[in-house]
């Protein structure tokens, strides 16, 4: 089950590995995704998109507080 914040009015969903982004999040949410390489912190779009960025982070806490700086600037 995903949990999640809001951080400056912005939902940071995190989600379990066999968890769809686009069911759990909704547009103008950030998602923090964990695979084999690490974790990842993306963007969810007004229409869907997603957008992560280049590369994950080491360790969930780290993922977060990167989704939480974006949430500071309105994302």
């Given amino acids: 089950m995903p949990s999640k914040i ?4 912005v939902p940071i969903v995190t ?8 069911e ?3 547009p103008n ?3 923090i995704r964990h695979d084999d ?3 990842w912190t993306c ?4 229409n869907g998109e ?5 590369e994950p982070y080491p360790n969930r806490d ?9 949430a500071e600037f309105g994302i």
């Fill in 29 to 31: 949410c950030i998602a």
């Fill in 37 to 39: 390489a690490g974790w």
């Fill in 6 to 9: 809001i951080h400056r009015g």
């Fill in 43 to 46: 963007f969810i779009g007004e």
């Fill in 62 to 70: 780290q993922a977060i507080w990167a989704a939480k700086a974006a």
């Fill in 50 to 54: 997603v957008d992560c960025y280049d």
């Fill in 24 to 26: 759990h999040c909704v």
């Fill in 15 to 22: 989600l379990a590995e066999d968890e769809a982004m686009l």
